[in-house]
């Protein structure tokens, strides 16, 4: 009598899952080869002009002062836009900008501190220049869309989406803060993450814009498939026979699609868990296993002082103009072990400048990064560094953008490890036990990052398409068998 009500479970479980299951493993494929929307730090730079220091005319501190803020700037960048040079400031999770070669000049020619406007118009030239002068279609002003809901844009709302008539069918998303272009978009890449990401995470805006409410969905609809697929496991191997087979030499008793069922579950049974089970622990279910940020603490002692605009000087223009400024697209100022330097951006990588001298600073030995280290937490001394060339299982490490890295690690009880930068100082992530095996049971069992096809995509890539070839024909003989029995019951 339990295994009839387990049966019963497993069948309106599946009757009440089974097409979302499928669309899951299907979307999942989309998803191998295209990724959700965004505009990547060297797509961002490649479309800036050179940044043109000779055309500065006034420090971050002077623009700050003239603003009339209190307290301090939370970042600070300097690029180029429209031609001139302009800062970006970002206080209070708001981004705004104002020139650099003189700030903002009234009607009267007054100086004035005011944020540049940003208007329809402005836009339309930003997206114009960054998408080469293509003609515009249609510009709208929107907080959200389908494709703009990360939160990494919200210093940036509203924004105004603009669309172009080119082969692309683009559409670029300008700041109504900076005017800056902060999402590009293309027509082949909306249509298939609409099959992809879109439904995959049931990425639905309206949904996904209450998110403890979305969370909550996605959480319960994954748990359901982790319960849906070990029942079905293990009523499968119930009714398996290898020694004792039913008749024809069966080692089913079922036929026709049920058998189909049968055997593709035993097959993929155990895959089908692990991925759905891996995919709600993504979420984070009752504070488990996730991914290990930097605290506001920890950020605060790796800087060893507070930012401040005073401290923001400009490379002498005669040595930057020598050395360093070809190719640099952006400054950024940043502090570390209580110095302020400046990281100079261009398309493919990152550098310090020593503001002063305008010269490259060189990297930073692994005693002076393990000696700051040290001062993060209460995690006692350094256990080891280590300098890397290919990262290892919890850091990938991009050999041409971050060619010096330094894993420093702690004895402490959560074995914690950060991967530093030598050339920007930058920690480029941290782990510690809770991480780790968050990295196993989702990268690993979700993803196949595992050894040894860690490296390998193509061969990664081959993997997961076998195995979500098993879960789709187990749920599409699960959708046949379910649509059968709700119609014979409601015949």
Partial sequence: MKLRYLHLMHRWLGIGLGLLVLLWFLSGLVMLFVAYPQLTSTERLTHL??????????????????????????????????????????????????????????????????????????????????QGHAKVTE??????????????????????????????ATELYVSSHTGEVVLDTQGTERAWNWLGSVIHWIYFTPLRMEHEL?????????????????????????RIRINRRYSHDRITPYHGWARWHHIVGLSAGVFCITWLFSGWLSLTP???????????????????????????????????????????????????????YVLARSEQQESLIDSQSG?????????????????????????????????????????????????IAFADALNTTYYVDARTTKILASQDSNSRIYRWLFNGLHRMDIPPLTD???????????????GVLLTVAGIVLGWRRVRRKWA
């Fill in 214 to 238: 979305w969370r909550q969905i996605v959480l319960w609809l994954a748990f359901a498939g982790v319960v849906l697929t070990s029942l079905g496991l293990w009523l499968g191997v119930q």
């Fill in 286 to 340: 009752f504070g488990w296993f996730s991914d290990r940020s930097l605290s506001a603490e920890e950020s605060a002692r790796w800087a060893g002082a507070e930012l401040a605009v005073q401290d923001m000087k400009l490379p002498l223009p005669s040595a930057a103009d020598n050395s360093t400024a070809t190719g640099i697209k952006e400054f950024e100022w940043l502090k570390f072990a209580g110095n302020t």
């Fill in 49 to 130: 002009d050179d940044l043109a220091l000779q055309q500065v005319k006034l420090d971050a501190a002077q623009v700050w002062a003239l603003t009339g803020k209190l307290g301090q700037p939370e970042r600070v960048r300097l690029s180029m836009r429209e031609h001139r040079p302009a800062y970006y400031f970002l206080q209070q999770g708001q981004w705004f900008t104002i020139w650099a070669d003189a700030c903002n000049v009234a009607p009267d020619e007054s100086i004035s501190g005011a944020s540049i406007p940003i208007s329809s118009t402005a836009a339309v030239n930003a997206a114009r220049q960054f």
């Fill in 139 to 168: 510009t709208l002003l929107l907080s959200h869309d389908q494709w703009s809901i990360s939160s990494s844009l919200n210093g940036h709302r509203p924004l105004y989406r603009v669309a172009l008539n080119d082969a692309e």
């Fill in 456 to 470: 390998r995509l193509l061969a990664r890539r081959i993997t997961i398409f076998i195995l979500s070839t098993g």
């Fill in 359 to 407: 010269l490259p600073v060189a990297p930073f030995s692994a005693a002076v990064m393990q000696a700051q280290a040290s001062k993060l937490g209460a995690y006692g001394a350094v256990a080891s560094a280590h300098w890397l060339s290919n990262g290892d299982l919890y850091f990938k490490q991009d050999a041409q953008t971050t060619p010096q890295v330094l894993r």
